[in-house]
């Protein structure tokens, strides 16, 4: 009976063994799955108080976007048996039309329609169409990569990289778009410029790529409801709970919980040493799913060069406040406002909980549920090492945050403040290569090793469920050969 370890028990290594599992139905194996935490689902957690209230802690709903990606994370919602219990923002409510930066000390709408584009609105100097009239006739640059934040300056402008897109990618990665990589982070956009000469005439003229869309009840609802974001009863964490719950009702999966991998190692006969919980077993093929950081400690012994390449991917952390406040106290109905660099405020944004999953409120009366970002690329600038951080301190930031950006000057009746240390890969210029260097040393060598995780390629959810999906039915068709 083949061996397979999988490390690692956020939403990849849970997908990897549900789809692995399913692709080896015909083959006896084992699937032992190793988390060090205390529960599944890594960065997606969940707190549920007894009055119906739900505080997101990471990520906090998925977007509903007609890709193969998005069509993923519906078909894995719905085998798993969670149609029922999904919540959904559908297109049509502010939460999806609406999206704000704080600049220049006000709360500023970004366009909602074409109309908009012919408009001066703060906190840009100018309409946003005269930002880009001359896009399709700027001159082009045959680059291997480049910051975002440079490349739409030379397209577009310093003003549209400042204030849109910076805001736009601390919301996304808690990252720097002066450091974060065009290339990996919007490779169909850098692909438009090196193939057509110019962003606009690529959207206009390139080739589109036709999405299949799958047989399934769930997608047919999501299409004809059109949901931007969507979630479940009882906060994100249902979905990784369910999988394990899933899991565990297979005899020929493990799962450990509090189990830390000690180190990784490869024999010439082509197996994997792992050693955890104070002992060495041998498998047939390891799947890491870990931040790269971690995989790095775990190879560093035998293999140091690719150990150097993993740890040059860095891995911000984001501390994340949950306000409640009692009444409606937001003075806009919103997903959220976010904060560009260029600001002296310490906060990435706000998100208003309350607005987009009015699901996850208080059964008795209205609230107001916040939570404000902060730290990420930032974070040791902001608050000091992310091992000595002050949860008074976050707290004290996203108190003066909501007072000064929003108006908001109640004290909340309920206050949760966590820190996601090391938790968001930043995928920085020159992020493809390191990629391309630890994938193509690990098959150099023949390493019975799948590197899957947020790390690599594609940090959404969407992303690292698909991924999965894909790389374990390849992985499956292998063993069963």
């Known amino acids: 009976m083949a061996r397979i370890a999988i490390i690692g028990g956020g939403i990849s290594g849970l997908s990897a063994a549900y789809y692995l599992s399913k692709s080896l139905k015909s083959t006896p194996a084992k699937i032992v799955l190793i988390e060090a935490g205390k529960q599944f689902g890594g960065w997606m957690e969940s707190s549920r108080f007894d009055d119906g209230t739900v505080f997101e802690h990471g990520p906090r709903s998925l977007r509903g976007v007609k890709s193969e990606a998005g069509y993923a994370s519906l078909l894995l919602a719905e085998e798993i048996g969670l149609e029922s219990k999904i919540l959904s923002v559908k297109k049509e409510h502010p939460a999806s039309k609406y999206r704000y930066i704080y600049a220049k000390d006000q709360l500023c709408?970004?366009?909602?329609?074409?109309?908009?584009?012919?408009?001066?609105?703060?906190?840009?100097?100018?309409?946003?169409?005269?930002?880009?009239?001359?896009?399709?006739?700027?001159?082009?640059?045959?680059?291997?990569?480049?910051?975002?934040?440079d490349f739409i300056t030379r397209r577009f402008g310093e003003e549209i990289a400042t204030y849109a897109f910076s805001a736009m990618f601390r919301g996304i990665y808690a990252g720097d778009t002066r450091k974060l990589s065009i290339k990996s982070c919007l490779r169909p956009v850098f692909d438009m410029e090196q193939q057509h000469g110019s962003i606009i005439r690529g959207a206009i003229f390139g080739k589109r790529t036709k999405t299949e869309i799958p047989k399934s009840p769930l997608v047919e609802r999501f299409r004809s409801e059109g949901w931007s974001l969507w979630s479940f009863q009882g906060g994100l964490q249902t979905f990784p709970e369910t999988i394990a719950s899933k899991l565990k009702e297979d005899p020929n999966i493990e799962l450990h919980l509090n189990t830390v991998c000690a180190d990784l190692g490869f024999t010439v006969d082509n197996k994997a040493n792992l050693k955890y919980n104070g002992k060495e077993e041998v498998f047939d093929h390891v799947i890491s799913?870990?931040?790269?950081?971690?995989?790095?400690?775990?190879?560093?012994?035998?293999?140091?060069s690719m150990a150097t390449d993993l740890n040059r991917i860095p891995l911000a952390s984001v501390g994340v406040v949950n306000l409640q406040f009692e009444g409606d106290r937001l003075p806009i109905q919103a997903l959220g406002h976010l904060v560009p660099f260029c600001e002296p405020d310490r906060v990435l944004g706000i998100l208003y909980d309350s607005c987009s999953f009015p699901g996850h409120g208080t059964l008795d009366r209205p609230t107001t549920r916040l939570s404000v970002m902060m730290g990420g690329a930032w974070f040791e600038d902001h608050f000091g090492p992310v091992d000595q951080y002050s949860d008074d301190e976050l707290t004290e930031v996203a108190?003066?945050?909501?007072?000064?950006?929003?108006?908001?000057?109640?004290?909340?009746?309920?206050?949760?403040?966590?820190?996601?240390?090391?938790?968001?890969p930043q995928y920085n210029v020159g992020h493809s290569d390191i990629v391309d260097s630890v994938f193509s040393y690990a098959e150099s060598k023949k390493f019975p090793l799948t590197i899957l995780g947020a790390c690599y390629k594609g940090i959404s959810l969407n992303d690292c469920i698909l991924n999965s999906r894909n790389t374990m039915k390849s992985l499956g068709e292998q063993m069963t050969q």
């Not at 970004?110 to 906190?123: A, E, Q, S, Y």
């Open 109 to 149: 709408l970004m366009p909602t329609g074409p109309g908009d584009l012919i408009k001066k609105i703060p906190p840009f100097t100018r309409p946003l169409a005269a930002f880009g009239w001359k896009e399709p006739f700027r001159k082009s640059v045959k680059l291997h990569d480049e910051s975002i934040h």
């Open 289 to 304: 799913t870990i931040p790269s950081g971690d995989l790095a400690s775990l190879m560093s012994k035998q293999h140091s």
């Open 399 to 424: 108190l003066k945050a909501t007072r000064d950006q929003l108006g908001i000057k109640e004290k909340p009746f309920r206050v949760i403040s966590k820190v996601a240390k090391r938790g968001i």
